[in-house]
């Protein structure tokens, strides 16, 4: 009997291996995306499996994603510029359009090589941002694809990396602090120059020989409610259970703990500690955390 419950054991990891590979590869950037501009520098591959973006002097290059969503759990693995990719900025994010737009942003900025890349993150509400956090990477994000992931529902986003919380914004409307809760958005990502800001304060240039950069994309999902012809999939007066862990979903205890461990050793920047920037007073949700 051991033996068999062994060998059910081991198939059912099987099974449970199969639906997550299978579940991974069910994503196509022919059917979510559309490369959005590039003239070309933004190619589908692999059957739809692997998008890529390049940037050489003349242009970057970007996408977008069919749909709109108004909330959800969004992962996408990407493997970044290698080498010197000083001057170059790899943008995935969420964004609604109009000028009181919302927006939910990792920014990758590049640097000279053996030098660590800088993940910048931001945080818009109502056209306004002002939010930003910035960290390195405990791995080199260029050698293999690793998941980025932005879980946002109505109490809070989160942003993740490799399943490791880095930031978390929660809902603070209570003390007047606006959180993006009622614009859909879309997901963007683009692949561009930006030697004048983004590595070392513009002081290092993007050294045009080493072009073109090239940034990949892959296994992209989406569990999300998605916005169409307003209205959105997830019905409104359903309970959250039916709408995925994702939509309740709080940091617990282990998290937290991988949080702090996350800011005590990676994090850069904080909008929080910057009391310069703020003479009139820190926002009002820094002085909450």
């Known amino acids: 009997m051991a033996s068999l419950s062994t060998s059910n054991s081991t198939l059912l990891m099987a099974l449970m291996v199969g639906c997550v590979m299978m579940a991974a590869s069910a994503s196509n950037f022919y059917q979510d995306f559309d490369i ?22 003349a242009s970057g290059s ?44 990792f920014e990758f900025l590049g640097n000279l090589s053996g030098d660590p890349y800088i993940l910048h993150t931001n945080v818009f509400s109502q056209g306004n941002g002002n939010r930003e956090q910035q960290f390195y990477l405990w791995f080199d994000p260029t050698a293999d694809f690793h998941t980025y992931s932005i879980l946002w529902n109505p109490q809070r986003i989160i942003f993740s990396v490799d399943g490791t919380p880095i930031r ?24 561009w120059n930006a030697d004048d800001w983004a590595t070392r304060g513009g002081l290092v240039k993007t050294d045009w020989s080493q072009s073109p950069f090239t940034a990949s994309y892959r296994n992209f ?6 916005w169409s012809n307003g209205a959105s999939s997830c019905k409104s007066n359903a309970p959250s259970s039916t709408k995925g862990a994702w939509f309740s979903q709080e940091m617990d205890s282990a998290s937290q703990q991988r949080l702090r461990w996350v800011h005590n050793n990676y994090m850069i920047y904080n909008y929080c500690t910057d009391a310069k920037r703020f003479p009139q007073g820190l926002p009002p949700e820094c002085k909450m955390a």
């Open 168 to 191: 978390e914004f929660k809902n603070m409307e209570s003390i007047g602090v606006p959180f993006p809760k009622n614009q859909p958005m879309r997901i963007y990502s683009s692949l």
């Open 36 to 57: 959005t501009w590039g003239d070309g520098r933004g190619k589908i591959l692999n059957n739809g499996q692997v998008l890529s973006l390049s940037l050489d002097k």
């Open 62 to 105: 970007g996408f977008q994603s069919k749909n709109e969503y108004l909330f959800g759990k969004i992962d996408m693995q990407l493997k970044l510029v290698p080498g010197n990719s000083a001057g170059t900025v790899t943008a995935y994010y969420l964004s609604s359009k109009g000028s009181t737009w919302d927006e939910i942003d």
């Open 221 to 226: 999902n989406a569990d999300a409610c998605v």
